[in-house]
């Protein structure tokens, strides 16, 4: 069974903090991480994806992959009220389906 | 910007009943999904479609459920006879090709409740 593990949070992160949210995967073999992002009642929106250990950078957000580890992690630089949301880590299976986490829950407080 | 639409955005139905959820994916996609999110858990896979086929799909989705794609632009989800535990946002997602580094692109998602 592939698992998908997030914190569920909530994190709380004043304005203009960095949030931290991370991920671990079990399957070893997985190849491609994304992190989306889901308001309440919306569908998930995708932020990132990276495929090769290391960072990778988006404006203010950072994806870091480590497959030793089996650790994907997303820091949002001066983190705004905006960013309030579900970050969803994901994961693609054989069929190139996703696997999702459960999701951290994220408060940017003004 | 093309994007994956959803009709109807919520959908009310008593149990037992069929429901059909449909979906227009982005014209230059081949590979179709179906996801579902219950209420406060996780999304959940449901059924990948790609050539006219399923080419994969989860314990969740049983007889009760099929898709299709009728007409070269829309995909749908029926649910035969629906249960109460039905009740889910479902969401499409298209992908263009199948390269791994090749992103998903969710619709709207149908809000499907059961009484």
């Known amino acids: 069974q592939k698992e998908v593990e997030q914190n569920s949070g909530p994190l709380s992160v004043p304005e203009g903090a960095i949030a931290s949210l991370n991920c671990t995967y079990s399957d070893r073999v997985s190849q491609s991480f994304f992190w989306y992002r889901q308001y309440s009642g919306k569908s998930p929106e995708l932020i990132m994806s990276?495929?090769?250990?290391g960072d990778k950078e988006d404006g203010r957000f950072t994806a870091q992959l480590n497959k030793a580890s089996q650790y994907v992690s997303l820091l949002i630089r001066d983190s705004q009220p905006s960013d309030s949301a579900t970050y969803l880590c994901?994961?693609?299976?054989?069929?190139?389906?996703?696997?999702f986490g459960s999701g951290t829950q994220l408060t940017v407080l003004p | 910007e093309p994007e994956v639409t959803q009709t109807p955005s919520h959908q009310v139905t008593q149990m037992g009943q069929e429901v059909i959820l449909r979906c227009v994916p982005i014209?230059?996609?081949?590979?179709f999904y179906w996801y579902r999110q219950i209420l406060g858990q996780k999304v959940e896979f449901l059924v990948s479609?790609?050539?006219?086929?399923?080419?994969?799909k989860s314990e969740i989705f049983d007889d009760q459920f099929s898709v299709e794609r009728p007409d070269g632009s829309n995909f749908t989800l029926k649910i035969r006879s629906t249960k109460l535990e039905d009740s889910a946002m479902y969401f499409c997602a298209s992908r263009r090709d199948r390269g791994s580094t090749d992103t998903q692109y969710f619709g709207p998602g149908t809000r499907l409740t059961v009484l």
């Open positions: 990276i495929y090769s250990n």
């Open positions: 014209s230059n996609h081949l590979y």
């Open positions: 994901a994961v693609i299976g054989s069929a190139r389906q996703l696997t």
């Open positions: 479609f790609y050539n006219n086929e399923i080419s994969e």
